[in-house]
Nanobody
Framework: QVQLVESGGGSVQAGGSLRLSCAASGYTVSVSSYCMGWFRQAPGKEREKVAIMGGGSTYYSDSVKGRFTISQDNAKNTLYLQMNSLKPEDTAVYYC????????????????WGQGTQVTVSS
């Protein structure tokens, strides 16, 4: 019903930038009305929230606040994560997620997930 496809991951040196994209498809999905988010998981660690938007609110984890920006292009039905001033600690698999609920987006267990894309930051 809902498909999410991430792109834009790769390898970058510390201090560099990457922009991740998440293309959403399915006849019921709309990035403008769904709760949308970016999560990440590093080896040996549990998945953590990175940035969430929806329900009139935007959330960033303390570790990325001021460096990462979540945004969306409604015409392209695409979610973005602009990542600046990257650190080795940002190395992880990054996942796009969506939910058809429209409020309390920060607290949801999301229904739909992309396949993940690797981000590696070297020193």
């Amino acid at each position: 019903q809902v498909q999410l496809v991430e792109s834009g991951g790769g390898s970058v040196q510390a201090g560099g930038s990457l922009r991740l994209s998440c293309a959403a498809s399915g006849y019921t999905v709309s990035v403008s009305s769904y709760c949308m988010g970016w999560f990440r998981q590093a080896p040996g660690k549990e998945r953590e929230k990175v940035a969430i938007m929806g329900g009139g609110s935007t959330y960033y984890s303390d570790s990325v606040k001021g460096r990462f920006t979540i945004s969306q292009d409604n015409a392209k039905n695409t979610l973005y994560l602009q990542m600046n001033s990257l650190k080795p600690e940002d190395t992880a698999v990054y996942y796009c997620a969506a939910d058809d609920r429209t409020r309390l987006c920060h607290w949801l267990h999301y229904k739909y997930w992309g396949q993940g894309t690797q981000v590696t930051v070297s020193s």
